[in-house]
């Protein structure tokens, strides 16, 4: 009589071709989109310190990243404007200029690459002095509907310009809505929109912030107020349901890998696209341990996607999609 087990998972791990054959998710470059940051000027670019590998860039340079990166397979690009001083204001004016940065970069990006999908971030920390996402009162508040007014010029700016897909990061109650009824009535029927409908009040948010260089002005430290609790998931799921209802066509929930329980009930609860965003922080500290020799970079950047994808992820904005796309095309 035999006490050997007849049930061995092990037997479908012993070989490249059956793990091939039973693995339950793939990434893909199509799962990829890369956040890239802009510069004014010509020939320009800028290392940000604490995201090596990434680089602010003025338009040109990022139009010949942009063929690189449609060669690579990845679909689209979310783009954020790095905005002088002096053209930020109280009432981040410059966020709906028609000929300002972001919107600059969008007309070039759509008439030299159209079919390079391209987000626009709708929020306005790059534009306003004190660097919150919105307009505040004399206590520091970040006044929702007022705010709003502003969000939807800066999102009509965006369609007109020609982006693809619209990313409010803002989290202002209801602009979702808003922002589709502007859309609907100025013609702009297909401009989709992927709403930050879970993002929470993130201390992974720092490297971002210098590279947009919003960091040092930030009014009052933290966006607590608008931004969601870490403790909270149920609430999450709230907040996903009421951009899906104002409609939304994607959800993202962001940060990325602390937050893949809420990636997870999302895409369960609602199945609708469903995107992460593996943010600046994550990128700087996986790079500080490939930089120490602690992690093994290129094996720990494909883990660290893929398991965004097993837990339900459709797609997973990360500062890794370049390299990631180069080690899938090398595979
Ligand atoms: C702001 C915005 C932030 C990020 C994207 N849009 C920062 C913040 O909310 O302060 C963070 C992205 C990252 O950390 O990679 N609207």
């Keep these: 009589m035999s006490s050997y087990p007849y049930s061995r998972p092990r037997r479908l791990r012993r070989t490249e071709f059956f793990r091939r054959m039973v693995a339950e998710s793939q990434l893909t470059p199509a799962d990829l989109i890369y956040p890239m940051f802009v510069l004014e000027g010509k020939n320009r670019s800028e290392s940000v310190p604490s995201m090596p590998g990434v680089e602010r860039l003025s338009i040109d340079l990022l139009l010949r990243q942009a063929e690189q990166l449609l060669a690579l397979g990845i679909p689209s690009i979310a783009l954020f404007p790095v905005i002088p001083s002096d053209l930020k204001n109280d009432a ?43 307009l505040i009162d004399d206590d520091g508040y970040v006044l929702n509907d007022a705010t709003i007014e502003v969000l939807e010029r800066q999102a009509l700016s965006h369609a007109q310009a020609g982006a693809d897909i619209l990313g409010p990061s803002d989290m202002m109650d209801g602009r979702i809505g808003v922002l589709r009824e502007t859309l609907e009535t100025e013609g702009h029927h297909n401009t989709c929109i992927m709403s930050y409908a879970a993002k929470y009040a993130s201390s ?128």
């Design 92 to 134: 981040a004016s410059e966020a709906y200029n028609n000929d300002g940065l972001a919107q600059k970069t969008i007309r070039a990006l759509k008439e030299t690459f159209p079919e390079l999908g391209v987000m626009s971030d709708v929020a306005l920390d790059p534009f306003t002095s004190h660097g919150q996402d919105g």
């Design 204 to 331: 992974y948010y720092g490297p971002f912030r210098d590279a947009v260089g919003s960091a040092n002005n930030l009014k009052g430290g933290n966006k607590r107020s608008y931004q969601m609790d870490p403790a909270n998931s149920e609430e999450a799921l709230r907040e996903i349901a009421m951009d899906i209802d104002e409609g939304a066509d994607m959800v993202m929930v962001k940060p990325g890998m602390p937050y893949l329980d809420v990636v997870q009930r999302c895409k369960a609860e609602f199945g609708v696209p469903t995107f992460a965003y593996q943010v600046s922080g994550e990128y700087a500290m996986h790079h500080a341990a490939f930089a120490n020799g602690w992690l093994e970079k290129d094996a720990v950047i494909l883990e660290s996607l893929l398991a965004f994808k097993r837990a339900g992820a459709d797609g997973i904005l990360t500062y890794f999609a370049k390299d990631a796309a180069e080690l899938l095309a090398d595979n």
